[in-house]
């Protein structure tokens, strides 16, 4: 018998990846046709999204998320997108979502999370791929309104809908003024997480872990310019949901060697790779892995163990959980790839 010369693939898992900006610009192309919706300026003329700035970057987000209009459209997206990483070899996701994104499309919580737990339904029954959402309030709309989707959430439970995040701007508004909603959701039952140390500094990664009773920060890398702040997360295991590609895109770091995922890996943080907003940041979820193994010399063992890390933190049931830690342990029993 002969050996596959094929590297074997280390099985992924994602924790990070807003779904409308996880939309390819072809799916979107398609559908602003479909839907009759204008996205004049939207795309370069490689085809790709078109922005700049961080500024541009939002409008195109919001202008690509305007073209998503009924169940089936949110049903189309998550299963493209799940079905795309699976490819790449993931075998579990987390889908984060906005019902403050639907509802400016006309669309209730109940059908947009009907219509994208369908495309997941779908995608898994297709390649095996599990996957959960993770509802996020809004910071720059406010406290009152981050309470109402925590209000919506725990009022209409949905079996995949396993987290409650915080998104939006984070110069505005400060975690105390959240501690409410997550409570709510935390007692619901719900893993929280709440994105900080990205665009603000070590002392917002502080401020999450002190008012909002997280066990995962998006992003959190900023954490790297505090020493204490780091030494916390490693000594009470709090996971980062790490997007490097996306802190390259919009500027946080130079290059991807300068980015601080490895020392806090080394530091004892758990970490995790992410693609938030992938085809956005030029970027993919297969990619990251690649990226930060080649830059930073990490083996596959290195690798599987951030698959690990992400499984451990997942906000899934403890059989799902099992599932998943024995398919990463399969693949660790296989025969290393070759050089
Ligand atoms: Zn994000």
Known sequence: MTQSLAPAVVPKAELHVHIEGAASPEL???????????????????????????????????????????????????????RSIAEQGAIYAELTISPDH???AG????DYVGGLAEGIYRAREATGIEARMIVVGVRHFGARAVEQVAAQVTARPHPLVTGFGLAGDEAEGHPANFARAFRMAGEAGLGLTAHAGETAGAESVTAALDFLQVSRIGHGVRAIEDTAVVERLARDGIVLEVCPGS????????????HPVNLLRRAGCRITLNSDDPP????????????????FGWSREQCLDITR?????????????????RAVADAAGAPPAPA
Do not use: M
């Not at 700035?53 to 169940?71: C, E, G, I, M, N």
């Not at 895109?249 to 060697?257: E, F, I, T, V, W």
């Not at 890390?309 to 830690?325: K, M, P, Q, V, Y």
């Open 247 to 258: 802190n390259l895109a919009l500027g946080l770091y130079g290059a991807l060697r300068f």
């Open 102 to 104: 639907a509802a400016a």
């Open 107 to 110: 669309l209730s919580y109940a």
């Open 28 to 82: 979107v192309r398609e559908l602003a046709q479909q839907n009759g919706v204008d996205v004049t300026g939207l795309f370069a003329e490689d085809g790709a999204y078109a922005w700049s700035d961080f500024t541009q970057f939002l409008a195109a987000y919001d202008s690509a998320s305007r073209v998503f209009r009924t169940p089936q459209d949110y049903t189309r997206l998550s299963e493209t997108y799940l």
């Open 280 to 295: 956005f940041f030029g970027t993919t979820l297969g990619e990251e892995y690649e990226g930060c193994a080649r830059t």
């Open 309 to 325: 890390t992400a499984i451990g933190a997942a906000f899934c049931d403890e059989d799902t959980r099992g599932h998943l830690l």
